[in-house]
Each structure stands twice: as structure tokens, then as C-alpha cells.
């Protein structure tokens, strides 16, 4: 290595070191909302395309409750040109699924998360964008808390709500019911077979 490449290097460094502290300065002044959004649609690019592709965004999101829109495009309509269901379906896994994850993250826990069961009721159309809203987030939290124990499986039922704002103001178009099912990695048996 000659003398060029080694300051080129430490340059490289220097302006990594303050392209970073950059980021961590911004940060701070993102809207947890946001947030939130930017790393749903990054995991979601890279672990579930599918749920990307529809462009979620989050709404609100605090410990009680989260509010999630996807879009009426041409990705999520059907032929009616509402919202195709299974567009719907994953609003309503993703509200769950992004509060779980929040506080599995806050734990800083391994803990692996599955839907046991699902249950939709349609009452009217989505004919424009629709948000999904999920105010069990404390509940969430306790059974996060219980599954990091290591005891096994766990399962809640959680409600999800979905809102047409724009034409049905805060009536319900749809009620989901999935059953939250989590299990630590790090289970009490997998720890006493390593004893």
C-alpha cells in the first residue's frame, strides 16, 4: 500500500465519520411517524416485498395505539375498484405485526412472531385510501413481555379497525381479528438442553 491509498483512507474515513454524525443529528428531528414508516418499508423491501410494494405509511403510532394508510392504486384495487382484500388483509397484519415489533425491539429480545388465526369482517366498500388502526398496544406489550420470559408460546387476539376518512369519516368499513401468536428463540427448553 503506498502513501496515496493510506490518506485516501483516512479521508474516506473522515468523511464517513461526519456523514454518519450527520444522520444521528437529523434523526432526532424525524417525526417518529416517519420513522417508523422508513423502516417498515426497508424491512419489508427486504424480508417481505409484497407488503412494500403497496407503500404503507404510518399515520400515528405511540404505545396504545397505531394507524397505518395504504393507498388505493392500482396495486391494491380490485376489479370493482375498491380495495382487494388481500390488500386489506395485510393493512391489518401489518398494524399488529409493527406494534409487536416495536416493543420486541424495545426489549431488545429474539422473538419470533406468527399470526395463528385470521378473521375479517367487510361491512362497506374502501373506495379511497384506507386506515387501519389497532388500539391494543398495551396488551401487545404484556404479551411480549410474557413470551420474553421464555415460558413458550403465547397468543392474544387483537382487533384492527380499518377507516375510509376521506368518504365514511371515522365509521368502520372493516373489523379484523388476529390472533397474535409470539415465542422466544431463546426458550426455557432450548436453554436446559444446552445445560
Known sequence: MNLRSVNLNEQFAGIKEKVLSSVENYW???PPSLKETLRINAYTLWKIPMIAFLSPRVMRISDEVITIRLPLNYRSKNHLGSMYFGAMAVG???????????????????????FKDFKAEYFKRAEDDVYFTCEM???????????????????????????????????????????????????????????
Open 28 to 30: 432526532g428531528f424525524v
Open 137 to 195: 398496544g398495551l396488551e401487545i406489550a404484556e404479551l411480549v413481555e410474557k413470551a420474553a420470559t421464555g415460558e413458550g408460546r403465547v397468543h392474544l387476539p387483537v382487533e384492527v379497525y380499518a377507516t375510509v376518512p376521506s368518504i365514511f369519516g371515522k365509521e368502520h368499513v372493516a373489523k379484523f381479528t388476529l390472533t397474535l401468536s409470539l415465542k422466544s428463540r431463546h426458550s426455557k427448553a432450548v436453554s436446559e438442553a444446552a445445560v
Open 92 to 114: 391489518a397484519d401489518l398494524v399488529v405485526g409493527t406494534m409487536a415489533m416495536r416493543f420486541i425491539q424495545k426489549l431488545d429480545q429474539d422473538i419470533q412472531i406468527i
